[in-house]
C-alpha cells in the first residue's frame, strides 16, 4: 500500500465515520424512545421534539454549514461540527429530564449540519480522481444504510442495558468515538494540500428566507401528525414551505448574478444532468426512507418482534447494498451507465414482494432473500448517480453539490415517512389487515420508483431541454 493509499484510507474512515454517526442518530432515538418515555416522562410534546428536534435543525441549517465549510475551509469545519456533535451527545446521555435532552438533540442536529455537507465536499476535493468512484461508492453506502444501522445499534445497546444505562447508551457511544475521531482527524487534515477558504461574507437574508422556508415545511411533516394538526393546516404549511423554497432559490438565482456571493450556489444545477440526477437520488432515498419505515412498524406491531429483531431483519438489506456498492466501482462506465435505470425498477419489484410476504408473517429466508436483492438495487440505484454528480460538478462547487444531495435526501426522507408511513397507519387505524394493509403503501412507493428509474436516465442521458430548465431557474 502506496502513502497516497494510506492517507485516503485514513481520510475516508474519518469522514465516513463522522457520516455514520450522524445517519445513525435518528434511527437510534426512535428505538430508544420507549425507554426514554419510561425514564423520564413529560409531556408527549417534549417527547415528540426528543425525535423531532435532531432532524427539524439539521434540515434548517445544512446548506448553511456547507456554505460555512467554502468559507472557512471544509477541515476545520468538519472538526468544529464533530467537536459539537461529540458533546452535545454527551449532554444527550446526561440528560436529567425532558427538556434538557431535547435541547441537547437541538445542539446535535446544529453540530451535524456543521459536519455533515463536509464529508462529500472534502471526498471531491481531496480524494485523488482514481480512487473518487469508490469512495462516493462508500459514502453512498453509509449515507443510505446510516437509518438501517441505528435501528439494529439502538435495539442492541437498549436491549444490552450497559451498566443500567438503558437509553442513555444509545448516545453515549459517539462520545468515545467523537474524541478518537478528532485525534486522527487532526492529524490526516493536517496532509492535505492548503486550500484558501473563500472570505466571502455570508448570505444572512437567505438565511432567514431558507430557515423559515425548510421549518414551515418541515414542522407539519415531522410534527403535525402526533399534534394532531387538522389536514387543511399541514396541507397549507407544507405548500408555504414549498413556496419559501421557491422564493429562496429566486432570491439565490438574483444574488449570485450580482456576484454577491449567495449561500446555495444555484449554478450547480446548469451541469449536464443535475437536476434529474438529484431528483433521482431524492425520490430513491424517499421511498426507501417510506419501505423501512412501514416495514418496521409491520414486523413489531403487527408480527411481534422485538426492536432488535426487526433491526436484524434489515441486515440482508444492508448486506446487499455493501456488496453492490463495492462492486460497482469495479464495472466499466457502459455498466454504471445502465445501474441507476435498472435498479429503481428492481427495487419497485422488490417492494410490492416483501409487502406480500408481510401481509401474514415473516418467513426469514424468503424475506432476507428479497431484502438481500432489494439493498442491492437501491446501491445500484444511488451511487452511480451520486458518483456521476461529482464527476460533472467542478471542485470549486462541492460545497453547493453536498447541499444539494444532503437537504434533498433529508426532505425527501422526512416526505416518505410522512406520506407512505401514515398511509399505513391510516389503514391500521381503520382495522385493515393482510394484503388490504400491505399493499396500498407499497403500490405507489413501487410507481414513484419507476419515475426515479426515468430520472435517471434523464441523468445518465441528459436532455438539452433538461439543461435549458435548469438554466431558467
Same mark, same amino acid.
Given at each position: 500500500?502506496t502513502e497516497?493509499?494510506r ?5 475516508l ?26 425514564d ?5 410534546a417534549?417527547?415528540?421534539?426528543v425525535?423531532?428536534g435532531?432532524?427539524?435543525t439539521?434540515a ?7 456554505r ?6 471544509y ?8 467537536a ?41 476535493a ?11 461508492g462508500?459514502?453512498s453506502m ?8 441505528g435501528?439494529?445499534?439502538?435495539g442492541l ?8 444505562l438503558t437509553?442513555r ?9 467523537g474524541v ?5 482527524g487532526?492529524?490526516?487534515f493536517a ?7 473563500r472570505?466571502?461574507?455570508l ?7 431558507l ?11 415531522v410534527l ?9 393546516v ?10 419559501g ?5 429566486g ?9 454577491a456571493?449567495?449561500?446555495?450556489d444555484?449554478?450547480?444545477l446548469?451541469?449536464p ?5 438529484l ?19 409491520r414486523?413489531?406491531?403487527? %408480527?411481534?418482534?422485538? *426492536?432488535? #429483531? $426487526?433491526? =436484524? +431483519?434489515?441486515? &440482508?438489506y ?5 456488496l453492490c ?7 466499466p462506465e ?8 435498472a ?7 422488490v417492494?410490492?414482494?416483501v409487502a406480500?410476504?408481510?401481509?401474514a ?7 432476507s432473500a428479497?431484502?438481500?436483492?432489494g ?7 444511488f451511487?452511480?448517480l ?11 462547487a ?6 444539494a444531495?444532503?437537504?434533498g435526501?433529508?426532505l425527501?426522507a ?7 408511513g401514515g398511509l ?6 381503520a382495522?385493515r389487515?393482510?394484503?388490504?394493509l400491505t399493499l396500498?403503501?407499497a403500490l405507489?412507493?413501487?410507481?414513484? %420508483?419507476?419515475?426515479? *428509474?426515468? #430520472? $435517471?436516465? =434523464? +441523468?445518465?442521458? &441528459?436532455a ?7 438554466r431558467?431557474?
Amino acid at each position: 500500500m502506496t502513502e497516497s493509499t494510506r492517507r485516503t484510507a485514513a481520510l475516508l474512515t474519518v469522514l465516513l465515520t463522522g457520516q455514520a454517526m450522524a445517519s445513525m442518530d435518528t434511527s437510534i432515538a426512535a428505538v430508544a424512545a420507549p425507554a426514554i418515555r419510561a425514564d423520564l416522562a413529560g409531556p408527549p410534546a417534549v417527547q415528540q421534539l426528543v425525535l423531532a428536534g435532531y432532524t427539524l435543525t439539521f434540515a434548517v441549517l445544512v446548506v448553511v454549514g456547507a456554505r460555512l465549510g467554502a468559507r472557512h475551509g471544509y477541515p476545520r469545519v468538519f472538526l468544529l461540527g464533530l467537536a459539537g456533535f461529540t458533546l452535545a451527545s454527551l449532554a444527550c446521555g446526561l440528560a436529567p429530564g425532558p427538556a434538557t435532552l431535547v435541547a441537547a438533540r437541538v445542539a446535535q442536529g446544529a453540530a451535524g449540519a456543521l459536519m455533515v455537507p463536509q464529508v462529500l465536499s472534502l471526498i471531491q476535493a481531496a480524494v485523488p480522481a482514481a480512487a473518487r468512484a469508490r469512495a462516493v461508492g462508500a459514502y453512498s453506502m453509509v449515507l443510505a444504510l446510516g437509518v438501517a444501522a441505528g435501528q439494529v445499534l439502538g435495539g442492541l445497546l437498549v436491549t444490552l442495558d450497559l451498566g443500567g444505562l438503558t437509553w442513555r447508551a444509545a448516545f453515549l457511544v459517539n462520545v468515545p468515538v467523537g474524541v478518537a475521531l478528532q485525534v486522527v482527524g487532526r492529524r490526516v487534515f493536517a496532509g492535505l494540500p492548503a486550500d484558501p477558504p473563500r472570505r466571502e461574507p455570508l448570505d444572512l437574508p437567505g438565511v432567514l428566507l431558507l430557515a423559515a422556508a425548510m421549518l414551515t415545511l418541515v414542522v407539519p411533516l415531522v410534527l403535525g401528525g402526533d399534534l394532531a394538526w387538522p389536514g387543511w393546516v399541514r396541507a397549507a404549511a407544507v405548500a408555504a414551505g414549498a413556496a419559501g423554497l421557491w422564493l429562496f432559490l429566486g432570491y439565490e438565482v438574483r444574488r449570485a448574478r450580482r456576484d454577491a456571493a449567495p449561500l446555495l450556489d444555484v449554478t450547480v444545477l446548469r451541469h449536464p444532468g443535475v437536476p434529474a440526477g438529484l431528483l433521482a437520488c431524492c425520490v430513491v432515498m424517499g421511498c426507501y426512507a417510506g419501505f423501512l419505515f412501514v416495514l418496521t412498524l409491520r414486523l413489531q406491531d403487527g %408480527l411481534g418482534f422485538t *426492536a432488535l #429483531a $426487526a433491526g =436484524l +431483519a434489515f441486515l &440482508p438489506y444492508a448486506s446487499g447494498f455493501a456488496l453492490c456498492g463495492l462492486a460497482v466501482a469495479r464495472l466499466p462506465e457502459r455498466g454504471r451507465a445502465v445501474l441507476p435505470v435498472a435498479g429503481p425498477a428492481v427495487l419497485a419489484a422488490v417492494v410490492v414482494a416483501v409487502a406480500g410476504l408481510a401481509a401474514a408473517g415473516w418467513p426469514w429466508p424468503a424475506g432476507s432473500a428479497l431484502l438481500l436483492v432489494g439493498g442491492a438495487a437501491h446501491a445500484a440505484s444511488f451511487s452511480p448517480l451520486v458518483t456521476r454528480l461529482t464527476r460533472v460538478v467542478p471542485a470549486g462547487a462541492a460545497a453547493a453539490l453536498s447541499a444539494a444531495v444532503s437537504t434533498g435526501t433529508l426532505l425527501a426522507a422526512v416526505l416518505g415517512v410522512t406520506l407512505v408511513g401514515g398511509l399505513h397507519l391510516a389503514l391500521t387505524a381503520a382495522g385493515r389487515h393482510g394484503p388490504a394493509l400491505t399493499l396500498p403503501p407499497a403500490l405507489p412507493t413501487a410507481a414513484l %420508483l419507476l419515475t426515479g *428509474a426515468v #430520472a $435517471a436516465r =434523464l +441523468a445518465t442521458r &441528459p436532455a438539452p431541454e433538461m439543461i435549458g430548465f435548469a438554466r431558467t431557474m
